[in-house]
């Protein structure tokens, strides 16, 4: 059974930085991709990034591309979300999330519990 635990979250001034950590653990975490997601209130989760199983790849939200890093450390098996540059609408609760399928899958089936971050104008 795989269990994803975020921790990290807070309260933050906008132009701030947080950084989210996501313990795995029930499987082989380096042979998964991981993502981070987030949901606003009132709005429907979205995506916000992703890397690969190896940690060579890695994708972006537009609204977040240049102010948020996704990183790996598969020794620890833990992902990371690295927020610089915080704005007000970063406001939500973040997920961690990673795939049933191994390597390549993309399709993200197991979800922690979540962390919010409140960012403060």
């Known amino acids: 059974q795989v269990t994803l635990v975020e921790s990290g979250g807070g309260l933050v001034q906008a132009g701030g930085s947080l950084r989210l950590s996501c313990a795995s653990s029930g499987r082989t975490f380096g042979n998964y991709a991981m993502a981070w997601f987030r949901q606003a209130p009132g709005k429907e989760r979205e995506f916000t990034a992703d890397?690969?199983?190896?940690?060579?790849?890695?994708r972006y939200a537009d609204s977040v591309k240049g102010r948020f890093t996704i990183s790996r450390d598969n020794a620890n098996d833990t992902v990371y979300l690295q927020m610089n540059s915080l704005k007000p609408e970063d406001t939500a609760v973040y997920y961690c999330?990673?795939?049933?399928?191994?390597?390549?899958?993309?399709?993200?089936?197991?979800w922690g519990q979540g962390t919010q971050v409140t960012v403060s104008s």
């Open positions: 890397i690969s199983w190896s940690g060579g790849y890695t």
């Open positions: 999330a990673t795939t049933r399928t191994p390597y390549d899958g993309r399709t993200y089936d197991y």
